[in-house]
């Protein structure tokens, strides 16, 4: 295959910004995106609430300032504050350029752009197209894509880079369709692949395929991962199945209530009440099932989420995605009743070490979006902040590989190496001997971090999960694919997705044993409290010679010192 500039692996919000700018910068030059799933069909097109600007539309006294420190404050202070500068500076251009290019926001009375109040926001600044602003954007994004002659390898699954010592020459993919394992020489990679929440498995909001699959290649090829036992718990999962109801359903009024019919979260953030933080949020809300004040059923311990006094009219307008899915997964129609909710792990903080520019530390390879550790949100997000970054960082880093591709000279993968990638394959699918299923080691997985990995951590527990996760990986090595076909053998995808789960999994939880305080998502019942002077930092795992090496990096402080962090 002719060597591209930029192949860019993943068709999300990250991945198709950074397409559409790298061919705006550079329209000559030779463009591959490649996704497993069609790009709107990617994670991004599940988010519902919307994404945060300053535009001032709905609070005429709101700031990017302001919105700066939100979200340090919201990191608990472990977001590197150049990188946030640059996040909320960008968001009021970026919001507009998509209304340009055709994104349908939602409207105030007065027809300017709508915003709506988020958790840990001083000002309702959140904007969004009803409860489907991912899926808008998303399709705005592929049209432009289209239009601009990105070429699109759809369905096709990345399984490794191609490194030639501190520089890589591309990357290695099967195509789903036919199986067969192809080589794409390129000038720069971009990983865009979004998130590894689904490790958690059905406690978790995230698409079946959010695997974490870029980070664990470029995790294989030596480039260090950041802050990866930073997990963020979304406190309103629905409680069967972890799918997500949008914080937009609290920012238009909705109440959190336990069993004896409290409005319980004047306990824990007496001022912010439902829109707290979501690390403050869930643990609140796991403290009250905790403490026996949650409601039980046979499908687990949840409270309740109540929109009905918000009306029929508002319900059906502004959040009709959550009355569908409450009525479709849980039965519950919230006009009438209160939905069943629970913690649901939902976002990856940590992911693949970049500067504020996309660039890792490896030649010609860059990351951006929910894959990629900037770090613009520290130790916990805030939420319509994810969108945000996919969309300045995607731009970001579509804009500094097309300048630099130039300086790399056009590479090349050797027929060898293809058929290392081939035979690996290969070995998987002859099944002999004592074998084991990735199904139940899939669900073992999600169990042992929702109950030791999860929200409330302490060392005991940690050492049990990575126990767990060890034997996990050493049972791991006897699981085989049992459908031979070469056609969409989803068997052998979601085989390559779990190795991927356990290999990121055990980063997690020997990062969340070693850090020993509580900041952000990471509580340690034994180190309940923030300890700046030995953890006020970033840390790093990078795989030498098959072993995790721990490391760290400094944060990069501005204008905000350290403070303790109330609502
Ligand atoms: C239910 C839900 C609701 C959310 N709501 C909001 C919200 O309201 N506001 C907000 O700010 N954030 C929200 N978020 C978070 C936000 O949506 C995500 O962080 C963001 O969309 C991630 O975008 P991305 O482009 O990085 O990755 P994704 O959109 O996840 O895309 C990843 C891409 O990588 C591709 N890929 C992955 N692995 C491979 C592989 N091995 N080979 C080839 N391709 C691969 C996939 O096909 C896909 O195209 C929400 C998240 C969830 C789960």
Known sequence: MKPFDIVIVGGGGAGLYAAMEAMKTNPALNIAVLSKVYPNRSHTSAAQGGANAALGNKAKDDTIEMHIFDTIKGSDYLADQDAVEVLCSEAPKIIRELENIGTPWSRLDDNTIAQRPFGGAGRPRCCYCADKTGHTILQTLYEQCLRKGVLFFNEYFALNLSVN?????????????????EAFPAKTVIFATGGYAKMYWNRSSNAAGNSGDGQAIAFRAGIPMKDMEFVQFHPTGLRKSGLLVTEGARGEGGYLINKDGERFMARYAKEK???????????????????????????????????????????????????????NFEGVDPIEEPIPVRPTAHYSMGGIDTDNFGRTVMDGVYA?????????HGANRLGGNSLLDILVFGRIVGHTAAEEAGKFSPATISEAELKESVDELRNRMQPSGHYERYGALREELGQTLALNVGIFRESSLLHKGIQDIAEL??????????DS????????????ELQNMLELAETVAVGALAREESRGSHTRIDFPVRDDEKWHKHTLATLVDGKVLPGEK??????????ERTY
């Open 554 to 563: 400094p944060v990069t402080m501005g204008r905000y010192e350290l403070q």
């Open 473 to 482: 990986k050493e049972r791991f090595k006897k699981v085989r694919v049992f």
């Open 485 to 496: 076909s070469d056609v969409f053998n989803t068997n052998l995808m979601q085989v390559l």
């Open 368 to 376: 951006a979006g929910e894959c990629a550790c900037v770090s613009v």
């Open 165 to 181: 010592g501190s520089r890589s020459r591309g990357l290695i993919a099967m195509n789903m369709k036919t199986g067969k394992v």
């Open 273 to 327: 009440m439902e829109l707290g933080p979501r690390d403050l949020v869930s643990r609140s809300i796991e403290t009250e099932i905790l403490e026996g004040r949650g409601f039980n059923s046979p499908a687990g311990k949840y409270i309740h989420l109540d929109l009905r006094h918000l009306g029929a009219d508002l319900i059906k307008s502004r959040l009709p995605q959550i009355r569908e899915m409450s009525l």
